[in-house]
């Protein structure tokens, strides 16, 4: 990792005080779209004079690549930056990539949403370069992602969920779709374990439209998620730090659509968001603390957003998901709940850039015997 990037760092102080933040997006993916927009509104808000940023893209082939057009808008101040950034480029070593320009601290933000970014496998290269970054380890990234895994560990942690099946490609026969239904009900909804996003999910009412959701998400994974269709609101809660996190208040998204799906997300803006989620304190108190239980579980640190369905008169809150790296385009839910807990976009960057400076220095104490 003894290389430079041959590029200039972005405007600012001219001393080597700033942190040099390397922010990582795009990825191979089917979440690179969302990974582009998001690190264009982060790049827009973290602060020239604190960062020298060097923005990196991952395009869809896995090519590494210095982003020089978002690089060029920086120079002349965030106003300039488009609304989704270009992950394609020159191609570049990616230890030249993360490699930063000159001296100072440095800290990763691996913007990178999905398989072969947000479940370890970034997280694991970056442990090696010995450099700081932004969210999970290895460990809590690859759990998290995992929504079969993650389902059994929550399990084992006693975190009510859903009624829920997982399966790989070659444990499924004609006769699966039946079972499933006699199993758990219909209608019934069916998920890639490694995705997110709501990328491959579909709700299925009857046999043969889940033998088309079954296909459809082993398209995407060989393992796949089939769990009961819960009747409940659907309540977010944001997590943020690490031995000490703290939960902020909690958010309800009411969709557009049957279901929060990937366009309601992030295509047509129709969903809601109830910010704070019409609770009572008691709920209020209870859903924070079952977030910060899961988050504590699947290993989790820097930040997560625990999403939770409300079965009310029924089962209470039950754990949908984790997601390690939620989404900060303008209709993100993780920065809006932090900005409603009085933590503004920038101030939120700044946390998380701490996060995972103070990370890096007790793990290298723990492991540098």
């Known amino acids: 990792m003894a290389a430079e990037a041959s590029t200039s760092p972005t405007s600012g102080p001219s001393d080597d005080s700033r942190i040099n933040l390397i922010v990582l997006f795009g990825g191979q993916s089917a979440e690179h779209d969302v990974s582009c927009t998001t690190a264009a509104h982060v790049l827009k808000a973290a602060d020239p004079a604190k960062y020298r940023i060097t923005p990196v893209g991952i395009g869809r082939d896995g090519r590494w690549s210095i982003a020089a057009q978002a690089q060029l808008a920086l120079a002349e101040g965030p106003h300039a930056l488009p609304g989704r950034l270009d992950a394609g480029g020159d191609a570049i070593e990616p230890t030249l990539a993360i490699t930063p320009h000159g001296a100072g601290r440095t800290v990763v933000v691996p913007l990178l949403h999905g398989p072969l970014g947000e479940d370890g496998t970034v997280q694991g290269m970056l442990e090696l370069a ?30 009510p969920q859903a009624r829920f099946v997982a399966l790989r490609a070659d444990q499924i026969s004609p006769l699966t779709a039946g079972r499933l239904a006699d199993e758990l009900g219909l209608p019934l909804f069916v998920k890639p374990a490694n995705m997110g996003s709501s990328v491959g999910v579909s709700k299925a009412k009857s046999i043969e439209t889940l033998r088309e959701a079954i296909d459809l998400a082993l398209s995407y994974d060989e393992w796949i998620v089939v769990e009961e269709a819960i009747v409940g609101r659907e309540i977010e809660v944001a997590v943020l730090g690490n031995l000490d996190p703290r939960a902020s208040v909690p958010g309800e998204i009411v969709p557009a659509a049957e279901f929060y799906d990937y366009a309601d997300k992030y295509v047509d803006d129709g969903s809601q968001s109830l910010i704070p989620a019409p609770l009572t304190p008691e709920q209020t108190a209870e859903v924070q603390e079952l977030a910060l239980r899961s988050f504590a579980a699947l290993r989790c640190e820097g930040l997560s957003r625990v999403d939770f369905f409300f079965e009310e008169g029924g089962r209470g809150f039950l754990l949908n998901e984790i997601n390690t790296m939620p989404g900060f385009t303008p209709i993100s839910m993780y920065p809006k709940l932090w900005i409603a807990s009085g933590l503004s976009y920038s101030d939120l960057i700044d946390e998380l850039v701490r996060l995972a400076l103070e990370r890096h220095g007790r793990r290298r104490r723990n492991t540098s015997h």
């Open 130 to 159: 010995d450099l700081p970054y932004v969210g999970s380890g290895v460990l809590g990234s690859a759990v998290a992602m995992d929504k079969a895994m993650a389902k059994q560990v929550t399990a084992v942690n006693g975190i």
